[in-house]
T-cell receptor, first 119, second 112 residues
Framework: DTEVTQTPKHLVMGMTNKKSLKCEQH?????MYWYKQKAKKPPELMFV???????INESVPSRFSPECPNSSLLNLHLHALQPEDSALYLC??????????????????FGEGSRLTVL | QQQVKQSPQSLIVQKGGISIINCAYE??????FPWYQQFPGKGPALLIA?????SEKKEGRFTISFNKSAKQFSLHIMDSQPGDSATYFC???????????FGTGTRLQVTL
């Protein structure tokens, strides 16, 4: 069982809807990530939060809005999405995002994903 | 320079056989090379990882071989089982980076 929990597992929304994806981890990790994965493709990084601050935004359209309320929670707010945004959205966490001396083990723990369908 | 090339795209192996998946990279700053296993409808899970200061790492039936001079690394699955049928992604990152660069994935099917 993964220790990164994502809800909902499935979401169907229209292009005018507003919805949110939620992610929670209780491993004490200080870095959290959103990835998007299309069928038969590798995960693509969208956002990275390090110590609850947004550290990487991979030029993601503004219709995706991330939020990190605290070190255990990560949300992805969705608004005015397009059908091509339909994908598996994966949350991940790691002990820390950036090294500050020493070695970053780099181990990412993924959740099971939220399958999003935009009609 | 940031790419990680993975082959083959798909692989069919008989039960008990050896599955071999290869990856190659260009960026010599990469210093951490994990392999992820992903079952349909699930998120990727870390399978095994290696750093370039060792040439081989083994965990159970899974072995990573690493060739630093050739900038290549591979995953070997010994005694492949039907339960190993999944998509495998190699990846790479630098020690100070938050971003994993994934390979394109290999869909492995282990037949009876």
């Amino acid at each position: 069982d993964t220790e990164v929990t994502q809800t909902p597992k499935h979401l169907v929304m229209g292009m005018t809807n507003k919805k949110s994806l939620k992610c929670e981890q209780h491993m004490g990790h200080r870095a959290m990530y959103w990835y998007k994965q299309k069928a038969k493709k590798p995960p693509e990084l969208m956002f990275v939060y390090s110590y609850e601050k947004l550290s990487i935004n991979e030029s993601v359209p503004s219709r995706f809005s991330p939020e990190c309320p605290n070190s255990s929670l990560l949300n992805l707010h969705l608004h005015a999405l397009q059908p091509e945004d339909s994908a598996l959205y994966l949350c991940a966490s790691s002990r820390k995002a950036m090294t500050s001396g020493g070695t970053n083990t780099g181990e990412l723990f993924f959740g099971e994903g939220s399958r999003l369908t935009v009609l | 320079q940031q790419q990680v090339k993975q082959s083959p795209q798909s692989l069919i192996v008989q039960k008990g056989g050896i599955s071999i998946i290869n990856c190659a990279y260009e960026n010599t700053a990469f210093d951490y090379f994990p392999w992820y296993q992903q079952f349909p409808g699930k998120g990727p899970a870390l399978l095994i990882a290696i750093r370039p200061d060792v040439s081989e790492k083994k965990e159970g039936r899974f072995t990573i071989s690493f060739n630093k001079s050739a900038k290549q690394f591979s995953l070997h699955i010994m005694d492949s089982q039907p339960g190993d049928s999944a998509t495998y992604f190699c990846a790479a990152r630098t020690g100070t980076a938050s971003k994993l660069t994934f390979g394109t994935g290999t869909r492995l099917q282990v037949t009876l």
